[in-house]
């Protein structure tokens, strides 16, 4: 018995698991454990993955791993002094921190080399271990019946897929497991008070939902200077649940709409026949346009096109771009689809990337801290890719993005209607009729998740915005 008390002070999940089905009243002369006179409850159920101990069960004889037991329940009260067996799977739980290989982690949790090893390369099967993100959790199992035996992990790396390794007595197996989701609808409408930022997060707007509306609006709305205090938005975007109830990721924008100084734009995802979802007006015209008005994120114009004082020369200068003031490092998109002419550095341009978008339209990019990596001439992109990151580099006095836009080799203002031509399509015969049901369907549900039907209110702040809930699924 003192080998067994010894056993457990060696693994703390041994000792958790004996604290929560027996009563160790005292020890007698001879170190033996004396139980108390009760009868014991039942052994908890295994939280093993069933396929670990299915390969376990495989294996030859003398590598299987025991099943998990707690006490040995055909005796309900055993005698003092009488032996007790107990779980030899322990379940060692570590992290994945900033920096760390996953065979370092599973080293530094008591892994042998090899065998971390041998796991990471059955991993690799399934899931691409470049992925794994600080604070991932892993839980690490080891069979105690022969020693310290790594015998498998498991973790999940989203609520909707968990990913396993076990021993079957030669060699690792590595599955990934996808847990069903349930989609719903959410609908949030707001007021925009001070910023959209601050008005979507008052209406629980989740951050990629909003970033998403962003660029679906980026076409034709700057949202530096168009935006106006009462001006208002609504978004429908679909959110998934796990089984058991708990969000497990946003997805896509289904119907949104902004009101600029009282005029909305409405617009509705829909797939049309032999094409990609895309995003169209209630009249069935796609929103694309040739050209971004605004290729970056959460940037501030600091110069328009025209006359102005050079910050640099100390003289007035004409200048043929648009600047937005960003921190070095966000992210610049492509402004519409189209081929790279020249990527790398550029005179006064610093770091440079100029695109080629037929009909005689290019854009420039200057000023990049960076290129994106792979970006090269005559490579193909297409509109909302990132390019390149803002910077300094060139004649800069501070981070921006240098703007411009080309026709026939000249630069033209990005704001003016020659760089707003139309680029996407419109709808017609079946798929208008199709696109028009959507468009209704779309409006019944956003009135519902304001407050029919049963619809579940889940956040309010007056004045700002509200965000409304219910089961109603998209068909």
């Known amino acids: 018995m003192g080998a067994l008390l010894k056993r457990i002070a060696v693994t703390s999940a041994v000792a958790l698991t004996l604290g929560g089905v027996v009563s160790l009243a005292s020890l007698d002369d001879t170190g033996s454990v004396a139980v108390a006179p009760q009868a014991l409850p039942p052994a908890p159920p295994s939280d093993v993955d069933p396929d670990l101990a299915a390969a376990a069960a495989a294996a030859p004889k003398d590598q299987q791993v025991p099943q998990q037991t707690a006490v040995a329940a055909a005796d309900p009260a055993p005698q003092a002094g009488k032996p007790l067996s107990v779980d030899p799977v322990e379940r060692r739980h570590v992290n994945v921190g900033r920096g760390d290989t996953l065979m370092q982690v599973l080293m530094d949790g008591g892994v042998p080399a090899d065998s971390a090893q041998n796991a990471v390369s059955a991993l690799s099967g399934v899931y691409d271990v470049r992925r794994m993100k600080a604070g991932q959790g892993i839980t690490v199992l080891f069979d105690h019946s022969e020693g310290d035996k790594f015998i498998g992990l498991e973790f999940q790396p989203a609520a909707e897929r968990a990913v396993s390794v076990a021993f079957n007595g030669g060699r690792y197996q590595a599955r990934q497991v996808d847990k069903p989701l349930e989609k719903k609808l959410m609908a949030a409408r707001g007021r925009i008070t001070s910023s959209l930022s601050e008005a979507a997060s008052a209406a ?194 501070g981070p921006h993005l240098h703007f411009e836009v080309l026709r026939g080799n000249q630069q033209i203002n990005p704001d003016s209607k020659e760089a707003k031509i139309e680029a996407g399509r419109k709808l017609d015969g079946k798929d208008l009729k199709q696109f028009q049901a959507i468009v209704a369907e779309d409006q019944e549900a956003f009135r519902d998740l304001q407050g029919g039907n049963g619809s579940t209110l889940v956040a309010v702040k007056p004045g700002t915005g509200h965000v409304v809930q219910a089961a109603v699924k998209r068909h």
């Open 204 to 397: 629980g707007v989740p951050y990629p939902v909003l970033d998403a509306f962003i660029k679906r609006y980026a076409y034709d709305v700057d949202f530096q200077r168009d935006l106006q205090p009462g001006d208002t938005f609504e978004i429908l975007f679909e959110r998934y649940y796990t089984e058991d109830g708990q969000p497990a990721r946003d997805g896509d924008i289904q119907f949104a709409s902004l009101t600029l100084s009282g005029k909305e734009k409405a617009i509705y995802r829909y797939q049309a026949s032999g094409s990609t979802p895309d995003y169209y007006n209630a009249l069935g015209e796609s929103i694309r346009r040739a050209i971004l008005r605004t290729p970056i994120d959460g940037a501030r114009v600091t110069s328009g096109y025209g006359m102005r004082m050079h910050p640099v020369l100390g003289y007035s200068k004409m200048h043929k771009g648009k600047d937005f003031g960003a921190p070095v490092g966000t992210p610049i998109y492509a402004a519409g689809d189209g081929v790279v002419e020249q990527a790398g550095p550029f005179s006064s341009y610093g770091n440079y990337v100029k695109l080629r978008h037929g009909n005689q339209m290019e854009t420039a990019y200057g000023h990049m801290s960076r290129i994106a990596k792979n970006l090269r001439a005559g490579m193909r992109v297409a509109q909302g890719d990132v390019i390149g990151y803002v910077g300094a580099t060139g004649r800069a006095t």
